[in-house]
C-alpha cells in the first residue's frame, strides 16, 4: 500500500502599526484615513489604511483599519488584527478577523476597539499603542508521496 499527502501551501507574515500622538486625532472627522508606507509581508506588497473615527459615520466610535494588497492582484488570505498591550510586555490580548471586502483586494475591521475602550485600556500607553497584522496567503495546493511509502512505477 503507498500513501499520499495533500498540504495547502501558506505564506505567512505579519506588520505592525505604531500609532503615536493618538489624542491629536480627535481633530479629524470620520472617514479620515492615515496609510502606512507600503510593506512586504507573506510574499506581497501591502499598504494598512488607519481610521481613528471609523471608516464612515456608522463606526464614528470605534478604530478602523484595512490591509490592502498593492499592485493589482487577487490572493486568497486570512487576516487578524491584534491590538498589543503596551503595558503588559507587548503579549497581545485583543485580536479580531479581519473580513474580505467583496471584489477589492482589502481585508477590513471597522470594529478593531472603541475609541472611549481604548482609551481607558493597557493597550493605550504614553498617547501610543500598537497593532499587529497578521497575514496568511494561500498559495495552491501540493501533492506528494509519503516518505517510505513503496510507489508504483511509472
Known amino acids: 500500500m503507498s500513501t499520499s499527502r495533500i498540504t495547502v501551501e501558506q505564506l505567512t507574515g505579519s506588520h505592525t502599526l505604531v500609532i503615536e ?3 491629536s486625532y480627535k481633530h479629524f472627522q ?3 484615513s492615515a496609510a502606512t508606507v507600503n510593506f512586504t509581508a507573506a510574499g506581497h506588497n501591502w499598504t494598512l489604511q488607519y481610521y481613528p473615527k471609523g471608516i464612515t459615520t456608522s463606526f464614528k466610535d470605534y478604530v ?3 490591509l490592502i494588497l498593492k499592485g493589482g492582484l487577487s490572493v486568497r488570505a486570512e487576516v ?5 498591550g503596551a503595558k ?3 503579549s497581545k490580548n485583543k485580536t479580531v478577523e479581519a473580513k474580505k ?3 477589492e483586494p482589502q481585508w477590513a475591521c471597522e470594529k478593531l476597539i472603541k475609541r472611549k475602550d481604548l482609551e481607558k485600556s493597557k493597550y ?3 498617547n501610543s499603542f500598537k497593532i499587529l497584522c497578521e497575514i496568511v496567503v494561500f498559495q495552491g495546493t501540493r501533492a506528494e508521496a ?3 511509502s513503496p510507489q508504483p512505477e511509472a
Open 21 to 23: 500622538n493618538y489624542s
Open 30 to 32: 470620520s472617514g479620515f
Open 64 to 66: 478602523s483599519i484595512y
Open 80 to 84: 487578524k488584527f491584534s491590538l498589543v
Open 88 to 90: 503588559e510586555g507587548g
Open 101 to 103: 471586502v467583496a471584489n
Open 124 to 126: 493605550l500607553d504614553n
Open 146 to 148: 509519503v516518505a517510505g
